[in-house]
């Protein structure tokens, strides 16, 4: 198979083939009958504009026939209607070809001298020259006949010049064919070059290795493609790190409650089968891992659908009341029984474009979160503000707050805080992963202020409804 460097030096080649072929068919088969004509054409035109000075005017013409011979390198005679010569530009007769007084040449004469314009082609019967003869009438300053004007132009300059080009152009054709040979193999090895490169990076990154980096400077096609392999090499390298942090703190999240619920089963094998009161506690234990195993996998799972971007969100419009209204109502028995006063604020008559379901797990992860890291006493309050053509919607809490080196994590997978009072993590790690997941399908704005002791506000803004406007 032939490779695209031998398939760009042959298509080179071909081109100045083609044009090596053109340039002969021009310079050699077209040459000689081109300029001919082009010849021809001019020395009629002169002849012509001779013929049309006056016959009187003896001298002017002769001068000017003169000047014709001499830049045109032409025979030149002038006959009046008795065919007797009145100038000859030749200083002998024996310059004009034999058949100039055959009976031929007499016809000629008598077509000129009959007031017809003639063109006949001669060849030299020794010689084989050829020769063009042109003859035109000459009138007088009353219009009459009063002889004609007979060119005899020599062919062999068009045929010498010929052969000059013919030659010359041989070793032109063999220097092109040359240099160009050359020219194509070194371009179309710069060409592939760069290519076989990006080639090599990436079966590099195919067998694993997403450092490989495409090394291209032009800013050319081939440079587009190479930044578009080292784009995505980046990309597969980040993937990648993905991965292996989902394998790790999966494996790392798993192992805990499958420890603990294979040590408990086998305490309630082993030990406290037989004893209702602690089989009772065990069993209850083993559930909540077994729950906590279950909010693991399903956080994983939603959370790689809405990175894979594959979430289809239902918008429409939907009152703020009922989007925050019923899950604030959800959370207020579980903030009363921990003395925590839970408020909603704001603009709820407000009227956003929103996929309810998924704004309603938004709060649900942020109003846990609250919950767990706010202390007796403390206060969680749920705010919407109206700003021109947005809806922004707050959670804050008076809880332990949030470290400054901390707060460019919180929305990293697996990252976790502790409950309030305690050295405890709880949660999957994923709640606010999952949040930014579905705001940054809504192409919602969002943030998160806190401070360490005082508090954390997290916010995001919704899309305003044209009808609530």
Not at 4 to 28: A, E, N, S
């Amino acid at each position: 198979m032939r490779s695209i460097r031998g398939k760009l030096w042959l298509g080179m080649m071909t081109l100045v083939g083609i044009v090596l072929v053109l340039l002969w068919l021009l310079q050699i088969v077209f040459l000689e009958s081109f300029y001919t004509n082009l010849r021809i054409a001019d020395v009629k035109r002169k002849i012509d504009a001779i013929s049309q000075l006056k016959a009187g005017n003896t001298q002017s013409i002769a001068d000017e026939l003169d000047r014709l011979a001499y830049t045109q390198g032409v025979i030149l005679e002038w006959v009046d209607t008795s065919g007797q010569s009145i100038y000859l530009s030749a200083a002998d007769s024996a310059r004009q070809i034999p058949q100039m007084r055959n009976v031929a040449w007499r016809e000629f004469y008598q077509q000129i001298l009959s007031g017809k314009s003639v063109e006949r082609s001669f060849v030299h019967h020794r010689f084989g020259n050829k020769y063009t003869i042109i003859g035109t009438p000459v009138y007088s300053a009353q219009g009459d006949l009063a002889g004609g004007i007979i060119a005899t132009v020599p062919m062999a300059a068009v045929t010498e010049t010929a052969d000059i080009l013919r030659r010359q152009l041989a070793y032109i054709t063999v220097v092109l064919l040359i240099v160009t040979g050359l020219l194509s193999l070194g371009l179309s090895r710069s060409f592939t070059k760069p290519v076989l490169h990006i080639r090599q990076v990436a079966v590099a990154m195919a067998n694993g290795d997403f450092s490989a980096r495409a090394v291209v400077n032009s800013v050319d096609e081939i440079g587009m493609l190479a930044n578009a392999i080292n784009y995505l090499g980046e990309q597969l390298a980040k993937i990648e790190q993905l991965r292996r942090d989902l394998v790790a703190n999966v494996s790392h999240e798993l192992r805990t409650p499958l420890s603990v619920i294979r040590g408990y089963a086998e305490t309630i094998r082993d030990i406290t089968g037989d004893e209702p009161g602690r089989r009772a506690v065990q069993l209850e234990i083993i559930i909540e891992e077994t729950e906590r195993l279950a909010d693991m996998v399903n956080d994983t799972l939603q959370l790689a659908l809405l990175q894979s971007g594959n979430a289809n969100l239902d918008l429409r419009e939907v009152a703020v009341r009922e989007l925050l209204g019923d899950v604030v109502k959800q959370y207020s028995i579980m903030a009363e029984q921990n003395n925590i006063c839970l408020t909603l604020e704001g603009d709820l008559e407000a009227i956003v474009i929103a996929d309810e379901a998924k704004i309603v797990q938004v709060m649900h992860n942020l109003l846990q979160n609250s919950l767990h890291y706010t202390e007796a006493n403390g206060r969680i309050a749920v705010r919407a503000d109206v700003i021109g053509q947005i809806v922004h919607i707050s959670v804050s809490d008076t809880g332990l707050g949030i470290t400054e080196a901390d707060l460019p994590y919180v929305w990293d997978k697996y990252y976790k805080g502790k409950r309030a009072g305690t050295n405890e993590h709880v949660g999957t790690g994923l709640g606010l992963a999952i949040v930014k997941g579905i705001l940054e399908a809504h192409n919602a704005e969002y943030g998160v202020g806190s401070q360490l002791g005082e508090g954390t506000t997290v916010w995001f803004e919704l899309r305003r409804a044209c009808s609530d406007s």
